[in-house]
């Protein structure tokens, strides 16, 4: 039988980079939706030029796809981006784009969303997708309206949610803490007992492969995490370990840490830092997924990999 064919958008990007490698892998054909004409990487099926803000010729792009991964938007990390710009790139180009992969009889759409269209920075109590969503920010809002906008249209879909990414190239968040794992010095982290659910980029494409090939109607997000949350200070750790370093943490309290952070106006971070965000993959686990990495070992392995 012929390999499903998958076109996947944001292939350039953090995460798009490994899905791409990782669908290959796995034997999917896969077809690269591009904004412009890039050098195009091995074991690809083919590329398609076009711009996702305006998507609404996409015969080329997605006729023959069996399914259709959308990794490409604009990122979290953007904080400073207007209110209409995660609309167009976040929600506008989602929705058109599976207007246009019904329209060409695609069988899946899977869309990568993020567990901050369910929640803030943090949460009390562990999160499932029967709780209902709250975002706090217009980056969160922008992929809770994209969701929305998917369960209005005729076509099966699985909006993932996964909480921080973590993997080569990271960004972000996960690329200041491993700044501050490389710090030659100790850090005043150790007291922090907030814990956070992370994901890899591993485990995010396994969850991708998952829903790809899941039987039956899907059309719901999907959280996607890891086993166990760590803290703060065991990241650190774990990252120290890869790095062949002691932890080199030292136990200030979270509450003069947080003052700190608080009255040099800091206080997202110190949100970061303190609180806890643990969220669990109940839907994906009971279609049997499992996370295939555990998180303390994969933020090991990925600083002795020089990530």
């Known amino acids: 039988m012929t390999a499903p064919l998958v076109a996947l958008t944001g292939s350039t990007g953090f995460i798009g980079r490994y899905l791409l490698a990782a669908l290959t892998a796995r034997g999917y054909r896969v077809r690269v939706l591009l904004r412009r004409?890039?050098?195009?990487?091995?074991?690809?099926?083919?590329?398609?030029?076009?711009?996702?803000?305006?998507?609404?010729?996409?015969?080329?792009?997605?006729?023959?796809?069996?399914a259709v991964v959308h990794s490409a938007g604009l990122a979290h990390a953007l904080s400073g981006a207007p209110d209409d710009d995660y609309r167009t790139f976040n929600t506008e180009a989602t929705r058109g784009l599976a207007q246009a992969a019904a329209r060409a009889r695609v069988r899946r759409f899977v869309f990568l969303s993020s567990i901050r269209a369910q929640t803030g920075p943090s949460a009390p109590g562990i999160l499932t997708e029967a709780d209902a969503p709250a975002p706090t920010e217009p980056y969160g809002r922008s992929k809770l309206a994209a969701e929305e906008a998917l369960a209005g249209i005729d076509i099966d879909y699985a909006a993932l949610r996964p909480v921080l990414v973590y993997g080569p190239g990271q960004k972000g968040n996960m690329a200041a803490i491993m700044r501050l794992a490389r710090v030659p010095y100790p850090l005043p982290l150790g007291g922090l007992a907030g814990r956070r659910s992370l994901v890899s980029v591993e485990s995010l494409?396994?969850?991708?492969?998952?829903?790809?090939?899941?039987?039956?109607?899907?059309?719901?997000?999907?959280?996607?995490?890891?086993?166990?949350?760590?803290?703060?200070?065991?990241?650190?750790?774990?990252?120290?370990?890869g790095l062949g370093r002691r932890p080199g943490l030292v136990p200030v309290p979270q509450a003069i840490l947080g003052a700190a952070l608080s009255l040099t106006g800091r206080g997202e971070m110190?949100?970061?830092?303190?609180?806890?965000?643990?969220?669990?993959?109940?839907?994906?686990?009971?279609?049997?997924?499992?996370?295939?990495?555990?998180?303390?070992?994969?933020?090991?392995?990925?600083?002795?990999?020089?990530?």
């Open 270 to 307: 110190r949100e970061r830092l303190i609180g806890s965000l643990v969220a669990r993959a109940a839907g994906l686990e009971a279609m049997g997924w499992r996370a295939p990495v555990e998180t303390r070992s994969g933020l090991t392995a990925l600083a002795q990999a020089g990530g």
């Open 37 to 66: 004409p890039v050098e195009l990487p091995p074991g690809i099926s083919g590329a398609v030029v076009g711009d996702l803000a305006r998507p609404q010729n996409m015969a080329a792009a997605l006729g023959g796809a069996d």
């Open 205 to 241: 494409s396994d969850a991708v492969d998952a829903v790809l090939r899941a039987e039956g109607t899907l059309r719901r997000p999907l959280i996607v995490s890891e086993a166990e949350p760590v803290s703060v200070a065991e990241m650190i750790g774990a990252l120290r370990t």
